[in-house]
Nanobody
Framework: QVQLVESGGGLVQAGGSLRLSCAAF????????????KAWFRQAPGKEREFVAA????????TYADSVKGRFTISRDNAKNTVYLQMNSLKPEDTAVYVC???????????????WGQGTQVTVST
């Protein structure tokens, strides 16, 4: 079984930065959790969950939602079993619960992720 634990959320002023972390534990289907493709999603109050960014198992491939491209960077350190989301130039519309997800490939993690964390709240004030 794969467990994902997010941290790093908080309150920040518009224009500020935050770095989220997603620590992965366990294994499934013969693969350590740290080697799964990972993605970040977010859900604002009253809105549907939306994709933010994804990264493949070794960090060699990444993809972003248009709304965060150029401001957010996803990365990973497999030695630390952790994926990061560096968020710069934050806007009030970035306010949401950010959730980490894992899957065997980038396509799966974006469309039908196998595992989900509990989420961390990010609030951007004006």
């Amino acid at each position: 079984q794969v467990q994902l634990v997010e941290s790093g959320g908080g309150l920040v002023q518009a224009g500020g930065s935050l770095r989220l972390s997603c620590a992965a534990f366990g294994a499934a289907s013969g693969r350590a959790a740290s080697l799964y493709a990972k993605a970040w999603f977010r859900q604002a109050p009253g809105k549907e969950r939306e994709f933010v960014a994804a990264i493949n198992w070794n960090g060699g491939d990444t993809t972003y939602a248009d709304s965060v491209k150029g401001r957010f960077t996803i990365s990973r350190d497999n030695a630390k079993n952790t994926v990061y989301l560096q968020m710069n130039s934050l806007k009030p519309e970035d306010t949401a619960v950010y959730v980490c997800a894992a899957g065997p490939t980038m396509f799966v993690v974006r469309t039908n992720a196998n595992y989900w964390g509990q989420g961390t709240q990010v609030t951007v004030s004006t």
